[in-house]
Structures are given as C-alpha cells and as structure tokens.
C-alpha cells in the first residue's frame, strides 16, 4: 500500500505518486502500467480516480495505450528513423535523396491546386493568395512503421517555365531538381525545423499516441539568384524520427577596406 498524502486533488495525488515510480524506474518504459483493479488497492482509491490520473499522464506523454492491450510506459528509446537531409549527385547530374529508398507510399499521390498561406507565402517570397500547384504524399517506413506527411508546393509562375512541372506536379523532388536545373538554375537549398503539436488529421494519419508533437520541415529549393522554386513540408511525429545534416564552412564575405 502506498501512502497518499499530498496537495492537490486526489487524482493528482495518485498521478504524482504514478509519475514518481516511472522515473524511479519501478514501472520501466515500454512496460504496461498496473491494471486499474491493482492500481486501485495499491492507493486505495476509487475507479473514477485512478481513470483520471492515468488520463493525466497520458496529457503529459508519461503513458500511452494500445487500444485492446491497455497503458503502457512510453519508451524512451532511440527514434526508429533518422532523416538524412543532404541532396547528392550523381556523377550523370542526377539527384539522390538519402532517404529516397526508405519510404514506400502508403497511398497514391495527391496532385490539386492551391494558392498561398501567410506562411506558404512568406517562404516562396510570394504574396497572399498566389496560385501553386500541390501534391501530398503519405509514406510509411516498412522497417519500423513510422509515418510520414509530405506536401510538394509549385508556384504557377514556376511551372509556365517549366512545363513538365505543371504537367506532372506529383513527381518526386529528386526528379524536379533535374527539370530546374535543366532549365539553367543552379540550385541550393533552406530548411527549417519546428516542433509543435499536430492537427487532428495530422495525428490520424500518422497514427500518433497521445500528447506527442511533430518535427515539421520546410525546405525551399532555391535557383538562379536566390529565387523560391519550390517548397516542400514533411512533418513526421517527434517519437520516431530525428534529423541528421551534414554541416560544411561557408567562406567569410570580404570586409570592406576602412576608408
């Protein structure tokens, strides 16, 4: 029997005595928490109670459930997917994605038109409710299951350069790296990364547990002079991914003589 005796409201008592016995390790991570009957007579409360604190750690992330299975500690293991972010070439010119080969689509490509948000907009340096063309992917990586969102954004302007793009706007990146350079861009590359909790739609498809945020990507391919070409999103849940660059010096820009 375990003494509650704290402040608070009851259930947060229990939460906090639940909480203690994860971090001390006497309910380790991936292990299913005590059934509801044990944790009952282990804090002598009543079934609303123990519902209730179990609901709170499942709010903070300490507790996650398997529908048909029960609660259990959430592994604090390493992520089941590191996300290689370099762009290769091939000695033909061509464009390799690292990850290419890992991810298997999980339904058809989604190709539709768009037009630009505040912050779709302030990527591509377009304004307000500019035309793009759109296509969304749901992959899946088949070693460990782990979903992942991925939108390809084109602005029209992009694509009445380059035909094939308009024609064909759910191509993979890999392939639209090669029309743009083929047109004459010479190529680089943005990326920036924010944690922050999914939408609805967002934690069904990628089937995430409860109180658990996502790593989102935006990586715009930028050509001749800097210009926005295309923008890409991936977002992917924060508990099975991480995100490795290769990092290289760029050279100092020349000061100006003191006159």
Not at 67 to 76: A, P, T, Y
Request: aromatic share 6%; glycine share 6%.
């Amino acid at each position: 029997m375990t003494e509650i005796q704290r402040p608070g409201a009851l259930y947060q008592q229990v939460a906090a005595a639940i909480r203690e016995a994860i971090l001390k390790g006497e309910f380790a991570p991936g292990a299913p928490l005590p059934s509801e009957a044990q944790l009952i007579e282990r804090y002598k409360v009543s079934r609303p109670t123990v519902r209730n604190a179990v609901a709170a750690l499942r709010a903070e992330g300490l507790i996650e459930v398997r529908h048909g299975k029960g609660s259990f500690v959430r592994s604090d293991g390493q992520p089941s997917v590191t996300l290689d972010r370099r762009v290769s070439r091939t000695s033909e010119g061509r464009f390799v994605m690292p990850n290419g080969a890992v991810w298997d689509e999980a339904e058809e490509p989604t190709p539709y038109r768009s037009h630009t948000t505040t912050a779709t907009g302030q990527l591509l340096e377009l304004g307000a409710e500019e035309a793009l063309f759109g296509c969304d992917r749901l992959l899946t990586d088949p070693a460990s299951g782990t979903r992942a969102m991925h939108r390809t954004l084109i602005p029209f302007e992009v694509a009445e350069e380059i035909p094939l793009l308009a024609e064909a706007p759910d191509q993979r990146p890999a392939s639209a790296y090669w029309l743009l350079t083929q047109a004459g861009h010479k190529l680089w590359w943005s990326e920036t990364v924010r944690a922050r909790m999914p939408l609805p739609d967002e934690r069904t498809a990628l089937q995430l547990p409860d109180a658990t945020p996502i790593l989102h990507l935006a990586r715009v391919t930028h050509g001749t002079s800097g210009r926005p070409l295309i923008l890409e999103e991936l977002r992917v849940g924060a508990d099975r991914a991480e995100l490795a660059y290769r990092i290289t010096a760029d050279k100092e820009p020349a000061r100006r003589a003191r006159g």
